[in-house]
């Protein structure tokens, strides 16, 4: 998916540039029925989120993760980042979660946040999301 693979290609970049450890195991189906601006909201959104909140961490603890799978007809994606060992509850909702929810609702998707042991996790599920049955592309 170009579109997705522009973004992430840009997006860690400016995370490698705030020494954040990065690493990235998405995929996103060839023929998915969420259009390419809808990924790149949720990623875009995401992505700047994590990155904002690991500068607020010492470097040597900076991290982000990304990751997908598919099992049956589900498809789940997580992102997780380091943030502030204090920080106790999942922050509320900003324009960027909004934008997440709303593009998840859009694909009866679902979102949890958590926080735990500075570590901010993002999961989004959804049920299947291909037009075909073809294999996944992998992006990056």
Same mark, same amino acid.
């Given at each position: 998916? %170009?579109?997705? +693979?522009?973004?992430? %290609? #840009?997006?860690?970049?400016?995370?490698?540039?705030? $020494?954040?450890?990065?690493?990235? %195991?998405? #995929?996103?189906? *060839?023929?998915?029925?969420?259009?390419?601006? *809808?990924?790149?909201?949720?990623?875009?959104?995401?992505? +700047?989120?994590?990155?904002?909140?690991?500068?607020?961490?010492?470097?040597?603890? /900076?991290?982000?993760?990304?990751?997908?799978?598919?099992?049956? $007809?589900?498809?789940?994606?997580?992102?997780? $980042?380091?943030?502030? /060992?204090?920080?106790?509850?999942?922050?509320?909702?900003?324009?960027?979660?909004?934008?997440?929810?709303?593009?998840?609702?859009? &694909?009866?998707?679902?979102?949890? $946040?958590?926080? /735990?042991? %500075?570590? &901010?996790?993002?999961?989004?599920?959804?049920?299947?999301?291909?037009?075909?049955?073809?294999?996944?592309? #992998?992006?990056?």
């Amino acid at each position: 998916n %170009g579109a997705v +693979d522009a973004l992430l %290609g #840009s997006k860690l970049s400016v995370a490698k540039q705030k $020494n954040i450890e990065v690493r990235c %195991g998405l #995929s996103v189906p *060839d023929h998915s029925r969420i259009e390419d601006m *809808d990924w790149c909201v949720l990623l875009a959104n995401a992505l +700047d989120n994590a990155v904002r909140a690991c500068q607020e961490v010492p470097e040597a603890d /900076r991290f982000l993760h990304v990751n997908s799978r598919r099992k049956g $007809n589900f498809y789940l994606l997580t992102i997780e $980042n380091s943030c502030r /060992r204090e920080q106790k509850e999942v922050p509320r909702d900003g324009i960027g979660l909004a934008n997440i929810r709303a593009v998840a609702e859009k &694909y009866d998707g679902t979102v949890e $946040n958590t926080v /735990r042991d %500075g570590t &901010y996790r993002l999961q989004l599920l959804f049920g299947d999301l291909t037009t075909e049955k073809k294999p996944f592309a #992998s992006t990056r």
